[in-house]
DNA sequence: TAGATTGTTAATCGATTAACAATC
DNA sequence: TAGATTGTTAATCGATTAACAATC
C-alpha cells in the first residue's frame, strides 16, 4: 500500500478528526467563517498547528478572512473518508459486542452495523438492535457473496481472536477494529486499530500514584 | 500536584504498561532474565527506548547480563502503581456500563467493580454482574461514608456527563474513566481518559480511503 | 581476563511553534 | 489602502536512536 505525500504524521490525521468535530459543531450553529485562532481555542492546540495540518491536504482558507465553515468541515470529512457510510460487521455478541449494536455514537457519524455473527446457537437468530446475528460458519460465504459490510469488529474471546481475524482476511476484510487484548498477526494488507479500555486506566493509576498528569484531556 | 523528576513523557509511561505486559508473559514462562534486546523484540520497539524509558526510573539491570524477569516486571507495576487491588465505580448501567461490569479484562489486571449507580427505577436494586446497582442519588453519600472506590468509570448518556462528573468531584473522586463523547470540564484537580471507539474508526477510513496506514499495531 | 550488556551522553530525527511575506 | 489572516519557512523543542564508556 502506497504511502501519499512526502509523509503525514498519523497524529495530524488524528486532529483532522478533531478539526472535523468541532467544525460540524460551528456549522450547526450557523457560523459561516472560522479563523485558525477561533478553532485551535475550541479545539485547545496552537493555531499554527491548525493551519500547518490543514496544509498536508491543500489550500482551505482565504487570507485576511479565514475558513469557510461548511466547505472546510466536508473537505476535511472527504480526506478522512467518512463523508459517506461505513458499514460495519461485529463478531462476538457478547456482552461488549450488544453495547458495541447498541451504541447510537456509531450510527450518528456514518458508521452501520450490517451484519453481526456468533457461535452460541442461543445467540444466533436472533435480532439485536435491528440486526440478524448469523452463524460465523456463514460469515466467509456472506461476506464473499454480498460483501454486506467493510470494517470488522472483533469482539469475540482472546482465545478466538486471530482465528476470527485469519477468517475476514480471507474473505477480503481489509480494516479490522479490534476490542480483544491479542495482537493480531495478518500482514500489511489489513488496517487494524487496538481499543484496550485497560491502557487508560494506568495511566490513571499512574497519575493518582504520582500526582503527576499523564492523561490527555482531548480524545485520542 | 506536582510534577515528579525532571519530565518524563507520557508516551514512556504508556510504554511502561507495555513492558511489564510482555515481562509478565516471559514470567510466566519461567524466563528469568531478559536483555534489552529480547525484550525490544517482544514489544516492537527499539532497544535503547527501553533502556532510556527504564532510566527515567531507576536502574533495574546488571550490566553484562540483562534484566531480572520477576524484579522488573514488580517494579513497573509499582512504578504503575498497578501492584494493588484498585476499586471501580461505574455511573451508568445500561448496553455498554453491563457490558464493562462483565468485561472480565478488568478484574484480571487487578480493577475491580465496586459500586455501579443508575437512576432508571428498573434497575436500580439489581444485581449485576455481582454488584448492586444502587441510585444515583445515593452516590455521594456513599463515596463520603464508604469510599468503595477509587476511580469513577462514565458511562451515562452524554447529556448527563457533565453533571454527574461534577458530582463524582464533588464526592472527593480524583480520577475519571470516561466513556461518553463529552469533554469534561473539572479543572486540573481530577485525571480524565477519554475512551472514544469512533476516533478509531476515523484512522481506519482514512488508512482504507488513501491506501496509507495511520494505525497502529500496538494498543495505545 | 574477554565478552556481553547496561546506563548515559551525543547525534539524529521529527514534530511543534514562531515569524512573516503573500494576499484577501 | 489598511487591517487581518492565511500559507509557508525558519527556529525551537522534544523524543528517538546511535554510540560508547562503565562494569558485571
Known amino acids: 500500500m502506497n504511502q501519499k505525500?512526502?509523509?503525514?504524521?498519523?497524529?495530524?490525521?488524528?486532529?483532522?478528526?478533531?478539526?472535523?468535530?468541532?467544525?460540524?459543531?460551528?456549522?450547526?450553529?450557523?457560523?459561516?467563517?472560522?479563523?485558525?485562532?477561533?478553532?485551535a481555542d475550541l479545539c485547545g492546540v496552537n493555531p499554527a498547528q491548525i493551519r500547518k495540518d490543514l496544509?498536508?491536504?491543500?489550500?482551505?482558507?482565504?487570507?485576511?478572512l479565514g475558513y469557510p465553515v461548511p466547505e472546510l468541515s466536508l473537505s476535511i470529512?472527504?480526506?478522512?473518508?467518512?463523508?459517506?457510510?461505513?458499514?460495519?460487521?461485529?463478531?462476538?455478541?457478547?456482552?461488549?459486542?450488544?453495547?458495541?449494536?447498541?451504541?447510537?455514537q456509531f450510527a450518528e457519524q456514518g458508521f452501520v452495523f450490517t451484519a453481526?455473527?456468533?457461535?452460541?446457537p442461543q445467540v444466533v437468530g436472533t435480532l439485536v438492535s435491528g440486526v440478524k446475528v448469523s452463524h460465523v460458519d456463514q460469515m466467509k460465504r456472506m461476506i464473499r457473496e454480498r460483501s454486506p459490510f467493510d470494517i470488522g469488529v472483533l469482539a469475540v474471546r482472546p482465545e478466538e481472536a486471530q482465528s476470527v481475524a485469519d477468517r475476514l482476511k480471507d474473505s477480503g476484510i481489509r480494516a479490522i477494529l479490534n476490542f480483544t487484548p491479542m495482537v493480531l498477526a495478518l500482514g500489511p494488507d489489513v488496517y487494524v486499530e487496538n481499543v484496550d479500555?485497560?491502557?487508560?486506566?494506568?495511566?490513571?493509576?499512574y497519575s493518582m500514584t504520582h500526582g503527576s498528569?499523564?492523561?490527555?484531556?482531548h480524545p485520542r
Open 116 to 120: 453481526a455473527f456468533d457461535l452460541d
Open 55 to 64: 496544509a498536508y491536504f491543500g489550500q482551505f482558507g482565504t487570507r485576511g
Open 197 to 205: 479500555f485497560t491502557v487508560r486506566l494506568h495511566l490513571l493509576c
Open 5 to 39: 505525500d512526502p509523509k503525514i504524521p498519523k497524529i495530524a490525521v488524528i486532529r483532522m478528526a478533531l478539526y472535523a468535530k468541532h467544525l460540524g459543531l460551528l456549522d450547526n450553529q450557523g457560523i459561516r467563517v472560522v479563523s485558525s485562532v477561533e478553532l
Open 77 to 104: 470529512k472527504k480526506i478522512l473518508g467518512t463523508n459517506r457510510i461505513w458499514h460495519l460487521g461485529l463478531v462476538g455478541v457478547g456482552n461488549l459486542g450488544r453495547a458495541l449494536l447498541r451504541h447510537s
Open 213 to 217: 498528569d499523564v492523561t490527555q484531556q
